[in-house]
């Protein structure tokens, strides 16, 4: 009824939008070109036997998963898209992001793709404040279009109130994230899916790999619908 404008480069919206967006600032948002396999980071354009697609600090510091699915970098309008959905109540974006990392799921083949997904928890404030979870958004997402078994039960976080992990360092929130996320022994034997929205410091994703692998998870993989350019250690 009004004219509006998009919320990622700001001009007038014409016929052609989606959630509020141009068709330009979605077409921006494209899949990171060969993503390191350990840890998502992108390692640029690859030569045919070229060895293991992984970084140099991959190659040398063991990961408690198998791999790591991302698919797009986080910057520009992809983190305006996110934080738009996450902060201010549009759980509607989250459904476009959610199907772009489904088909980036696509590269692990029918063969490898795991037992259940199982997204990387909120805390209960946090939901609550929200009125939604942004990793179980994703995850319900992934998990329909490859017809995997969705269980956000095998992965539970502290209810305890801590630091936001914007405020704290790499080293302080790998730490926070340790003591934060538990798994139960229902993930036994299973091959697990952990679903988050983004990774920069990985410290979420090697607290919750390594709970599950202590709950007995047969394999472990992370995916991500955004990853920092560059990883911050």
């Known amino acids: 009824m009004l004219p509006a404008n998009c919320f990622g480069c700001g001009l007038a919206l014409g016929r052609v939008q989606r959630l509020g967006a141009c068709a330009t600032c979605w077409a921006s948002i494209v899949p990171i070109d060969a993503p390191c396999e350990s ?26 998963w198998d791999g790591v699915i991302a698919a797009v970098p986080y910057e520009g309008f992809a983190r305006q898209a ?8 549009r759980p509607e974006i989250l459904e476009p992001l959610g199907e772009q990392l489904a088909i980036a799921l696509g590269r692990l083949g029918p063969a490898s793709l795991p037992d259940v997904v199982v997204p990387v928890p909120s805390h209960p404030w946090t939901r609550f404040r929200r009125g939604f979870d942004p990793a179980a ?3 319900r ?4 279009r490859h017809a995997l ?5 095998l992965l ?3 209810h305890a109130p801590g630091i936001p992990a914007k405020r704290l ?14 798994s139960t022994g229902a993930a036994a034997s299973l091959r697990v899916l952990v679903v988050d929205d983004v990774m920069t410091t990985m410290a979420t994703a090697l607290a919750c790999a390594a709970a599950l692998r202590s709950a007995g998870a047969a394999s472990v993989w992370i995916a991500v619908w955004a990853r920092t350019p ?3 250690l």
Request: glycine share 10%; with cysteine; hydrophobic share 35%.
């Open 137 to 139: 958004s994703l995850a």
């Open 82 to 89: 996110l934080l738009r959905g996450k902060m201010r109540g």
């Open 141 to 144: 997402i992934v998990a329909a």
């Open 230 to 232: 560059e990883r911050s």
């Open 149 to 153: 078994r969705f269980r956000p039960e």
């Open 169 to 182: 360092s790499a080293r302080d929130r790998r730490a926070s994230a340790t003591a934060r996320f538990a």
């Open 156 to 158: 539970r976080t502290s």
């Open 39 to 64: 840890c998502g980071l992108p390692l640029g354009r690859r030569e045919p036997g070229a060895g293991p697609a992984r970084c140099a600090s991959c190659i040398t510091m063991p990961r408690p």
